[in-house]
Nanobody
Framework: QVQVVESGGGLVQAGGSLRLSCAASGRTLSSYTMAWFRQAPGKEREFVAALRKNIGETYYSDSVKGRFTISRDNAKNTLYLQMNSLKPEDTAVYYC???????????????WGQGTQVTVSS
């Protein structure tokens, strides 16, 4: 099984950028469908972006489409989330997750990191 650890969160002003990283160990990321989720205070954890295993297709929630980019570096076994044009409503704890299933639902992601805080000030 895979273990994942997120990093790269922080405090940024609205309109700024951050890049989150998700370092994996145990197995290669390309064996999994990888995703980013986020959870704001008092809200449910929500899907942000996914990168399908094998086919490499990317998917985004409507709220981040055009601003965020998910990518993977196979040599470093690391997943990234490039976040541009950040808004205060992007403030949340961001989680990296992995699933053995090519088209997983939220509950099909079995491997989760501890999360990294992103705070966007207005």
């Amino acid at each position: 099984q895979v273990q994942v650890v997120e990093s790269g969160g922080g405090l940024v002003q609205a309109g700024g950028s951050l890049r989150l990283s998700c370092a994996a160990s145990g197995r290669t990321l390309s064996s999994y469908t990888m995703a980013w989720f986020r959870q704001a205070p008092g809200k449910e954890r929500e899907f942000v972006a996914a990168l399908r295993k094998n086919i490499g297709e990317t998917y985004y929630s409507d709220s981040v489409k055009g601003r965020f980019t998910i990518s993977r570096d196979n040599a470093k076994n690391t997943l990234y989330l490039q976040m541009n044009s950040l808004k205060p409503e992007d403030t949340a704890v961001y989680y990296c997750a992995a699933s053995d299933i090519m088209f997983p639902r939220k509950n099909d992601y079995l491997y989760w990191g501890q999360g990294t805080q992103v705070t966007v000030s207005s």
